[in-house]
């Protein structure tokens, strides 16, 4: 069984940065990230395959970097030009399968989450 650990998040103002950590137990193909805003469903940020290729989604392009560093077992998000609409609980998870999907439902292990708050 693959365990998740996420790293503490934390609250910054807008246009801040915040950088996520997740370490794992063990390697596995793809790993992700999502978040879930209070009254919203969960949504994906960012998705990184075997193969080192990430994926973003439309709200984060450009200001977000998904990494992972195999060596350790550990992904990472770095965060930069926070936004109000950012704020949330950020989940990392995990599957065995090679191709990354955005949607959760495909993902069989997560981490415990961590909130990040962003302020105006």
């Known amino acids: 069984q693959l365990q998740l650990v996420a790293s503490e998040g934390g609250s910054v103002q807008a246009g801040g940065s915040l950088r996520l950590s997740c370490a794992a137990s063990?390697?596995?193909?793809?790993m992700g990230w999502f978040r879930q805003a209070p009254w919203k469903d969960r949504e994906g940020v960012a998705t990184?395959?075997?193969?080192?290729?990430?994926s973003y989604a439309d709200s984060v392009k450009g200001r977000f970097t998904i990494s992972k560093d195999n060596a350790k077992n550990t992904l990472y998000l770095q965060m930069n030009s926070l936004k109000a609409e950012d704020t949330a609980m950020y989940y990392c998870?995990?599957?065995?399968?090679?191709?990354?999907?955005?949607?959760?439902?495909?993902?069989?292990?997560w981490g415990q989450g961590t909130q990040v708050t962003v302020s105006s």
């Open positions: 998870a995990a599957r065995g399968g090679i191709l990354c999907p955005a949607g959760g439902s495909r993902y069989e292990y």
């Open positions: 063990g390697y596995t193909y793809c």
């Open positions: 990184i395959d075997a193969y080192g290729s990430p």
